[in-house]
């Protein structure tokens, strides 16, 4: 039976303690680790909506840790999030010995904003951290693209999600969203990273063109890359059906995001 331990510290920032959920498989270890960030627009979201996959992965012998990180409520907060996901990357490395984790088979999961912060992390972080996987279920990956789309709902002033993150649009600093843009960090130096990219192929609130062009960019630069669109979904979908749902979405994903973990990273 998965353990759980629950509001795990892993930084604190201005007085305010960051936590994770942590998933522990039932035999003794020492276990592979994946570091799940949830979405919800860089502004609302909770580690619980990763719940039922740390349940899920933790059956399947990998341990999670579900993170919160800072959101946008206050405005800009571009790149003290991707930051928050290197120091859960860090704080389980570091307790690794403690928790019965394997600080050598280390990877990613992020959903929707979740899944842009996890692959910066893992294509623009800092040695000694090596990243092994990436799985990432649609996500954000070019910034520009995903603030023109946006633009064209005609927001109310102040509400764009992507500028609030960032405190800017791209004219005001076209630098700015290069560095924000997982497509744009892509080089042959990170290409031990092994990829795993999942979208709706309905989906209208990140467009599948953001998971397409990645897994394209990606693969030029010869990483390992597997891809599944999934017919007829949408978004929130990873975060909000049950796994075991007859017709769900996540029970399609679920095998070969399982089986995609087991080779790479177990």
């Keep these: 039976m998965t353990s759980i331990q629950s509001g795990l510290t892993f930084a604190v920032h201005d007085g305010v303690a960051l936590k994770g959920d942590l998933y522990l498989p039932a035999d003794a270890g020492p276990h592979p680790i994946v570091v799940a960030v949830p979405g919800g627009a860089w502004l609302r979201g909770d580690k619980k909506q990763l719940g039922h996959w740390g349940r899920h992965l933790s059956a399947a012998g990998f341990a999670v ?77 070019d910034l520009v693209a995903h603030w023109q789309a946006d633009l064209d709902k005609n927001p109310e002033p102040g509400q764009d999600h992507t500028v609030r993150m960032l405190g800017a649009t791209p004219y005001d600093d076209q630098q700015l969203y290069f560095d924000a843009s997982p497509i744009r960090q892509v080089s042959y130096a990170r290409n031990a990273l092994k990829t795993l990219l999942v979208w709706g192929a309905d989906d209208v609130d990140v467009l599948p063109a953001q998971s397409e062009s990645f897994a394209r960019a990606l693969r ?47």
């Excluded at 860090?90 to 996890?118: I, K, N």
């Excluded at 992390?121 to 800092?126: I, K, N, P, Q, R």
């Excluded at 010869?222 to 909000?240: C, E, I, K, L, N």
Aim: net charge positive; hydrophobic share 50%; charged share 15%.
């Design 220 to 266: 030029q630069a010869r990483f390992f890359v597997r891809t599944q669109a999934v017919p007829g979904a949408g978004h929130f979908w990873f975060s909000d059906e049950p796994i075991d749902g007859p017709h769900s979405s996540t029970g399609k994903v679920a095998p070969p995001l399982v089986a995609f973990l087991k080779q790479h990273l177990a």
């Design 65 to 141: 840790f579900a993170i919160d990180y800072r959101r946008a409520t206050a405005g800009k907060v571009f790149p003290q999030n991707v930051q928050d996901v290197m120091a859960a990357a860090r704080f389980v490395v570091d307790q690794a010995s403690a928790l019965s984790l394997d600080p050598a088979r280390l990877g990613l999961l992020g959903a929707s904003a979740g899944a842009h912060l996890a692959a910066l992390a893992a294509l623009t972080h800092d040695q000694p951290l090596t990243f092994k996987t990436l799985v990432g279920v649609y996500g954000v990956y």
